[in-house]
């Protein structure tokens, strides 16, 4: 199965921009959307869902169009929204067989399924309770559970992980991986902590545009000796920063520790090389690099 984004562009009224020639071709396995809120993390996926159509561009289902035939997708579809409503009167349980309803999702296995994603969501205990009083967090894992009733085979959670905790995104990650077997995963975020385990590769979008897609290592490798660690006084700190990518300042006794990208400059004096991760190079990415178009 593969989904090809053919040049995919998305304008809001008074000129304003959701995707701007946006090319992909993802195919099967989880690839994580990162990329700073604006980027067009919500408005590739909602094209994907076929909730939202295209200014102009196409996507591919294995060859076919799905803006024009969008029952293509939605069949094989299970799809998180970021803003995901529930319905505060019903239950885990009837929450999710209303929604197999509307999916179509019947038969004998309908009950077992329904307990085991509750089980994979942990939500087993709350499940006769209405969602209406749910956390923040639980509500965030009924969402995720209905997206994957009608098991899937292209599976678009937007940004699954707000309101989570740590423990609830390790049971998350653990349930995608389960999940994902055959199926094209696509997850978007604006944390790299959040992609960076999960993610088979890793799109980095911004204003809009494409700028990087690849695996995790490779892209850690770009910026593999460019970083440094350096402790200066408060008083050098603001030079410092209009001369280098810094990526993070913590406080150490009376100094600042500065972790920094040298780039393609040479690190400065008394610097201290450290290893690079995929924070580090997202960051050198979205702050430096051109797009692809
Ligand atoms: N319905 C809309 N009307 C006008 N502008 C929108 C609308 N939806 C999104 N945008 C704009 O499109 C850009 C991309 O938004 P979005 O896809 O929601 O970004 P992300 O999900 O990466 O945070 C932003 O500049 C946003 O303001
Ligand atoms: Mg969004």
Do not use: C, W
Not at 140 to 161: H, V, Y
Not at 265 to 285: G, I, K, M
């Amino acid at each position: 199965m593969q989904l090809e984004i053919k040049i995919l562009t998305k304008m809001f009224g008074k000129g304003m921009v959701g995707l701007s020639d946006f090319s992909i071709i993802i195919e099967k396995g989880v690839l994580g959307l990162l990329g700073p809120n604006g980027a067009g993390k919500s408005t590739l996926m909602k094209i994907i869902a076929t909730i939202s159509k295209p200014t102009y561009g196409s996507v591919l289902l294995d060859g076919e169009d799905i803006v024009k035939n969008p029952d293509l997708i939605r069949k094989i579809l299970g799809y998180l929204p970021q803003d995901f409503g529930v319905y505060p009167n019903l239950n885990a349980y009837e929450f999710l067989k209303y929604i197999a309803a509307m999916k179509g999702v019947g038969g004998a296995g309908l009950n077992k399924r329904i307990d085991m994603l509750l089980e994979g969501v942990n939500l087993i205990a709350d499940a006769k309770r209405p969602i209406g009083t749910y956390s923040g967090g639980m509500k965030q894992r009924i969402g995720i559970a209905q997206a994957l009733l009608n098991d899937p085979k292209i599976l678009i959670f937007d940004e699954p992980t707000v309101g989570l905790d740590p423990e609830e995104r390790v049971r998350f990650r653990q349930l995608i991986s389960e999940m994902a077997g055959d199926a094209i995963v696509i997850l978007s975020s604006h944390i790299v902590s959040d992609i960076e385990t999960v993610a088979d590769e890793v799109a980095i979008i911004k204003s809009g545009m494409l700028i990087e897609k690849n695996t995790a290592p490779e892209m850690i490798s770009k910026v593999e000796n460019k970083i440094f660690e350096i402790a200066l006084s408060q008083s050098e700190v603001e030079r410092f920063k209009s001369q280098y990518l810094v990526v993070n300042t913590t406080r150490q006794s009376d100094k600042m520790l500065l972790r920094y990208i040298s780039g393609t400059h040479q690190p400065a004096a008394n610097s201290r090389p450290v290893n690079a991760t995929l924070e580090d190079a997202y960051l050198f990415l979205t702050k430096t690099q051109p797009y692809i178009r």
